[in-house]
Structures are given as C-alpha cells and as structure tokens.
C-alpha cells in the first residue's frame, strides 16, 4: 500500500473516531439530561393514574353505601309485611306500613347507584388507559384488574332493579286485601336480599383488585428513579466503552499516519 494512502486511510479514520467521539460525549450529556424530566414525566402518568383509581374507589364506596342503604330499606319492609301477616285486611294499617314513599326510595336508590356507575365508567376507561401505559414501560409489571368489573355489576343493578319492580307489584297486592300477599313479599325481600348481598361481594372483589393495583402504582413510582438511573449508568459504561475503542482508534491511526 502507497504512504499515501495509508495517510488517507489513516486521516479518514481518525475524522470518523473523532465523529464518534462527539456522538458519545452527545449520548453521555442528553442520557443524564433526559433523566430528570424522564423521572418527572413518568411520576406524573403513575400520579395520574393514581388518582383516577381513587376516583373510582370512591366510586365503588358509593355503589356499596347505596347497595347498604337498599338492605336497611328492604329490611323495613321484611319487618312490614311480617305485622302485615296477620292484619292484611286491615288497608290503613296497610297504608302505613308499607307507604309509597318506601318503593320511592328504592327506586332512588337504584337509580343513583345506576348514576353512579355510568360515571366511574368513564373514570374506568380513564384509568385503564393510563395503567396500561404505564404497565407497557421497560422493568415494571401490574396486576390487571378485571377488565368486566362494571358489566358484571351493571348487570347486577339492573337486576336489583327488576326485584324492586316485582316488590312494587306484590306491595300493591297487598293493599288490594290480595291473599297471601304478606308472605310473598317476605320471599321476594329475601330474594332481593340475596342479590343485594351478591353485587356488595363483587363491589367489594372488584375494591380488592384496585387496592393491588393502587399499592402496585405506588411501588412503580417509588422505584422509578432507580430503574431510570440505572439505565442511565449502564448506557454511560456502554458509551464510555465506545469512546475508549474510538481513542485506540485514533492512536492507531496517528501511529500509520506517521509511518507513512
């Protein structure tokens, strides 16, 4: 080989190294700049979701509050068709034991629970999106909560509010003297009961599966800094490395180029 291609070969890999070199000492200075707002910006997706899942914690208190209010409710009206047994001709006695007010009520209720959870719905969709984003990142892994959480107690309200129909028309027997009234009223309470008793279950299953994920988002967020500082240092090493073969590189070159 001609001396002076070996200058030319030695001069272009000296400028190619030295490039390299101005691409690692780029890499070293954006990796620590960026871990910061890396940090800051990850915080702030975990804190959203955070919230959103104590939205709808609170959204599940208020399912359950009102699923409680229907069992105190119903209660009532078990202890009013029990006097009513013996006293179903008498209509004014009727009349004050089982007074509209208390279907009202019922119904009320129902339909707030019903409010409630087409509003944590979209609390839902908010937070899921969220979670799954951040359950996406490099180093961390979230328990799924039940993706049918509010079908399964949508389906579950509106059969609470098919038992409430069907207590409405039996009440009504009632106070038309209708034979046997009192005791199918205390059947469909008791079965209105059972199906309280289910949807607070799954309020409460559905509550449980939350708590796990809320207590996971914390821990995420807590380790954030050490999984974004730890890559920063490992990709420093890997572009310090970099740079080193880079400087062998061009002494090697420098050494031809005067041999030349």
């Known amino acids: 080989m001609s001396p002076t ?4 070969l030695s001069v272009t890999a000296i400028i190619l190294s030295g490039l ?9 200075i ?10 800051a910006a990850g915080t ?46 008498d209509k004014g006695l009727i009349l004050v034991l089982l007074p509209p007010a208390r279907e009202e009520k019922l119904v009320n209720t129902v339909t707030s ?16 999106d969220t979670y799954q984003a951040i359950d996406s990142l490099p180093f961390i892994n979230l328990p799924q909560p039940a993706p049918e959480t509010l079908d399964t107690l949508t389906t579950q309200t509106d059969k609470l509010a098919s038992d409430i129909k069907n207590l409405q028309t039996l009440i009504q027997a009632a106070r038309d003297n209708s034979a046997g009234a009192a005791q199918k009223i205390s059947d469909a309470v008791g079965s209105f009961n059972a199906d309280i008793s289910d949807a607070r279950t799954e309020v409460q299953a559905r509550s449980d599966q ?27 090493l890997l572009l310090v490395w970099v740079g080193y073969t880079q400087v062998l590189i061009i002494q090697l070159a420098l050494a031809k180029y005067k041999s030349a």
Not at 77 to 85: F, Y
Not at 113 to 128: D, N
């Open 5 to 8: 291609l070996k200058r030319v």
């Open 20 to 28: 390299a070199l101005l691409l690692c000492a780029a890499g070293l």
């Open 30 to 39: 954006g990796v620590w700049a960026s871990s910061g707002r890396v940090i």
């Open 44 to 89: 702030r997706l975990i804190t959203a979701a955070e919230n959103a899942a104590a939205a709808f914690q609170t959204a599940l208190g208020a399912v359950d509050n009102g699923l409680s209010r229907l069992g105190e409710d119903t209660q009532a009206i078990q202890e009013a068709s029990a006097q009513l047994s013996q006293n179903i001709s």
């Open 113 to 128: 629970i019903k409010e409630t959870l087409s509003t944590a719905g979209q609390v839902l969709t908010s937070f899921m």
């Open 210 to 236: 939350l708590a796990a994920a809320q207590a996971a988002l914390a821990s995420a967020k807590n380790s954030l800094p050490f999984w974004v500082y730890l890559g920063a240092v490992l990709a420093t």
